[in-house]
Each structure stands twice: as C-alpha cells, then as structure tokens.
C-alpha cells in the first residue's frame, strides 16, 4: 500500500496562503498522476487539483488562479500552494493517487 502524510494546514486570514505538503512512501517520480481532494463537515469530498507526470495540470474552477500544484522529485514530495485563501477553503485537504488509501489529511481553516 501507499502511505501518505499530508502536512502544512493551519489556520490562516482572509487573502493569506499556506503551503500544503504531501510525503509519499514510493517515488513520486513513479506516479503517473497525483491530486489533491478536500472534504468539508458535511459535504463531499472533491478533487482541487492534479498533475500529470507529464506536466499536465487541472484546477477546480473555484480555486483556478488561487492555487498551485507541484513536485519537488528531490525531496519526493507533492505540493500545494493556496495564494488568497478564502473561508470557503476551509476543509481536510488530502493528497491522492489513483486507487489508493487515504491519508490523514491536513486541516486548512479561513478565518472569515
């Protein structure tokens, strides 16, 4: 199985950014796609952002422009940076790999 540790949530302002990272237990150079998922109290869970080994990105309209994913292969780690965050954004941010067990997440609050 895949192992996942997502760090890098906390609370933030109106307008501020976090950087969330992902640590995965096998190469991320391996990976063919690998996407972010939030999950809010009671609402369902959806994907926010992937990229593809190809470099290939995709955005929820909703955080187009706001947010960026990336891999940094020399530490083997998948990244989200969230630029003008907004309460909206608040919710379990997870990372994900096709087909595979999920993480803990880390927790993103906006205060409004």
């Known amino acids: 199985q895949v192992q996942f540790v997502e760090s890098g949530g906390g609370l933030v302002q109106i307008g501020g950014s976090l950087r969330l990272s992902c640590s995965v237990s096998?190469?991320?150079?391996?990976?063919?796609?690998i996407a972010w998922y939030r999950q809010a109290p009671g609402k369902e869970r959806e994907a926010v952002a992937r990229?593809?080994?190809?470099?290939?990105?995709n955005y929820l309209d909703s955080v187009e422009g706001r947010f960026t994913v990336s891999i940094d292969i020399a530490n083997n780690t998948f990244n989200l940076q969230m630029n003008s965050l907004k309460p909206d954004d608040t919710a379990t941010y997870y990372c994900?790999?096709?087909?595979?067990?999920w993480g803990q997440g880390t927790q993103v609050t906006v205060s409004s």
């Open positions: 990229i593809t080994t190809d470099g290939r990105r």
């Open positions: 994900q790999i096709p087909d595979t067990d």
């Open positions: 096998v190469s991320i150079s391996s990976i063919r796609t």
